[in-house]
Structures are given as structure tokens and as C-alpha cells.
């Protein structure tokens, strides 16, 4: 389904985002392991000494982030830094396994040291197994069709890193608490402007972002630019527990198959997605069925969207015929006269498809099943 503008919802990212706190930034060399990959058709973005005008554009959110809206203008991303022996100034570089709601050996290895103090010899041996934060953006500069992706540490010492002067700047153009929205698709949207200073790290010298400002939109950003955004984990090159373990000790990542830089996300086809759907569907249906719903308790760290989360006590007293809390409205097919939109058997295929999810003729599908029972 495309992009669609008018029927999108962000949700309160926005004070989430201006949350962001403080830490450092570093860039990976290219004979280290990248915890992120540069889509097919996109170029990597640092700052330059010139100004920039852009846009930041939304992409789809994973059910594994908070505040799940559909769609989101930021990926944060706890990394793992893990030694590289080739190269030990530029560490291999890790998403943390949580945030796909899966063990992460190096946060295993940090709850294992932590004896609950701060300080001393033990919190030396701890601090390599704490992750940093970093954040991901995708720009796209005023007046073209090109699409840049930013990487930056959500915080740094000293000055303020771009997310924090993003929010601050947001944040005092509103008239009340929450910034304003400025990667809206629509009208409130704004090209943010961003001025740069030369620094210094470790002898390397680079520009940072040292003023962010706001200007209103010559023209809106087009539904296609959009739609060329991979849905934020799958810009994410994570790693598996075993490859993790063996590199936090000292041994060497496994081979990419492409340059990280050039790596795609797979494609999957709707028959895949329809039996990923039906195998989901399986492992749901409880073993002594109550009330047609089962109990389930999310992994540790993994939140999902209003659509796949666990289900809670208001879930299990409603009826359960009941069209559901859709996440992604703007992917609902145009409603139709008659029949499934889909192709299915109205009626008689109800909710044995993912399609059936986000649905317009979910309720009409609903009520004709009930006649045909």
C-alpha cells in the first residue's frame, strides 16, 4: 500500500523525541562492523561546513518500538561496541538484541558482572557492556529527490548533539510543551535548516550541527519519497546471539554477504506474508481456549503495537467478534460496495488473512458471518 498523508497519525513522537539526553559521537571505519545498512538508491549524510535545508521524512515503525503510530521521523537504537582486534580504535558494532525482543548476550554478560555498585574496579568491567545511544534520520534535501540517512549519538559531552538542539528548537517554536511537528507530511511540516561548526575527536577533525532552525515548506515532500523509506528495523544489520558471544570475545564477525553500505532489506511476497500471518495465527490459539482469547506475556524489553500486543484485562472482557484497534488506518483498502476488497469469501473468510486487519468491509464481513452462522 502507499503512502498516505491524510489519514496518518504521530501520535506524541514529538515529546518523545525531545527527551533525548547526552553522550558522544563516533563514526565506524570501513573495516569495522556497521550496526546499519544504507538502502539500494540512498547515500550516507555527515555535515559539511555548508548550511543544509531538508526535509526529515517519516518511515514505518516496528511493533517492537513505543509509542507505536505506524510511522515514525527517528530510529532509536541501543549499540553494542565490541572489540575488533584488526582494528581495535574502531569497535564492531551491534544492535541490542532486545530490541527485537530476542536475549542479547552482552546485556546477559553485564547483568552477570553487575553486583549493584557504581565506581571502583567492577564498574570498569562492566561499562564495555553498556550500549550507547544512537539515533537514524532520514533527509531529504529542499528541492530534490534524493533521500540521506543520518546517523548521530542521541547525546554528547560538552554541546548539544543534533537530536537534543532538533527537539530544544522544536520545542521553543510551540506555544505550549510539546514541539512542534515538523516532519508532519502536511501543512505543519517544516524544512528544518541546520548550520554547522568545525570540531575535533581524536585528533580527527569533523562538523557537527551547532544551530537548527525552522522555515516554512516551498512545496510538500512527495508520497513517493515516502514510500522509498524502509521501515526503521530493516535498516538495522543485526547480528545473531552466537556471532555476538564470539565477537565480545574476542573473535571476528561473520562475513557480510555485500557491503554494509549497499545491503537490502528482503522482500517479502504476499503468499510469504500470508503464511507468516497463518503460522502467527496457529501459535495464538490456546490450548484450552476461554472465552476464544489466551494469555500471552511479552519477552523482556519488547513492546509491540496496539494491533500485536499482549492482550490485557479490557481485551479479554470484550466481545470477541469486536473489529480490532487498527495501527496502520492509512493501509486500509478503499472500501468497496460489495464483497472482500482482498479477494476473499465475504463472509465466510473472516480473519483467516493478514488483510483482514486493516479492512474497511471488516465489520460488514463481520456481520455476514454472523448471519451465515
Not at 565506524?28 to 559539511?48: D, E, F, I, L, Q
Request: hydrophobic share 25%.
Amino acid at each position: 500500500m502507499g503512502f498516505n498523508r491524510n489519514n496518518l497519525n504521530l501520535g506524541n513522537q514529538f515529546a518523545h523525541a525531545a527527551a533525548v539526553s547526552r553522550g558522544e559521537e563516533r563514526e565506524n571505519s570501513s573495516s569495522s562492523r556497521a550496526y546499519y545498512k544504507v538502502p539500494s538508491g540512498m547515500s550516507r549524510h555527515k555535515w559539511t561546513e555548508k548550511e543544509e535545508r531538508f526535509n526529515i521524512l517519516l518511515a514505518k515503525n516496528n511493533a517492537t518500538d513505543p509509542d507505536d503510530t505506524g510511522y515514525k521521523f527517528y530510529k532509536s537504537v541501543q549499540v553494542h561496541d565490541l572489540p575488533n582486534m584488526q582494528d581495535p580504535k574502531h569497535p564492531h558494532q551491534y544492535p541490542c538484541l532486545h530490541i527485537i525482543g530476542k536475549p542479547c548476550p552482552v546485556c546477559d554478560r553485564k547483568e552477570q558482572l553487575d553486583d549493584g555498585s557504581k565506581g571502583g574496579e567492577n564498574w570498569d568491567r562492566i561499562k564495555p557492556y553498556i550500549p550507547k545511544d544512537r539515533v537514524l534520520y532520514y533527509m531529504n534535501p529542499e528541492g530534490t529527490d534524493k533521500i540521506l540517512v543520518h546517523e548521530c549519538a542521541a547525546r554528547q559531552k560538552g554541546e548539544a548533539a543534533f537530536p537534543q538542539r532538533l527537539m530544544a528548537q522544536a520545542t521553543a517554536m510551540s506555544e505550549g510543551s510539546t514541539p512542534i511537528p515538523f516532519a508532519s507530511p502536511n501543512e505543519e511540516g517544516r524544512i528544518v535548516k541546520v548550520n554547522t561548526a568545525k570540531d575535533t575527536f581524536n585528533g580527527q577533525e569533523y562538523y557537527n550541527a551547532s544551530a537548527v532552525n525552522f522555515f516554512q515548506r516551498k512545496e510538500l515532500p512527495s508520497d513517493e519519497l515516502y514510500d522509498r523509506c524502509l521501515p526503521w528495523n530493516e535498516l538495522l544489520n543485526f547480528g545473531t546471539y552466537e556471532e555476538m558471544q564470539r565477537v565480545m570475545d574476542g573473535g571476528e564477525p561473520d562475513a557480510y554477504q555485500t557491503s554494509p553500505q549497499q545491503q537490502t532489506a528482503p522482500v517479502h511476497t504476499e503468499e510469504q506474508k500470508q503464511a507468516e500471518f497463518e503460522r502467527a495465527v496457529e501459535q495464538s490459539v490456546p490450548q484450552q481456549p476461554s472465552n476464544g482469547f489466551q494469555r500471552t506475556q511479552a519477552p523482556a524489553g519488547f513492546q509491540t503495537s496496539p494491533a500485536n500486543a499482549p492482550l490485557s484485562e479490557a481485551d479479554f472482557q470484550r466481545d470477541p467478534y469486536s473489529a480490532p484497534n487498527r495501527s496502520f488506518p492509512s493501509e486500509q483498502p478503499a472500501q468497496q460496495s460489495s464483497g472482500c476488497p482482498a479477494g476473499l469469501k465475504f463472509g465466510m473468510d473472516f480473519e483467516t488473512s493478514r488483510k483482514c486487519c486493516n479492512c474497511n468491509a471488516y465489520e460488514a464481513c463481520r456481520n455476514a458471518r454472523r448471519g451465515n452462522n
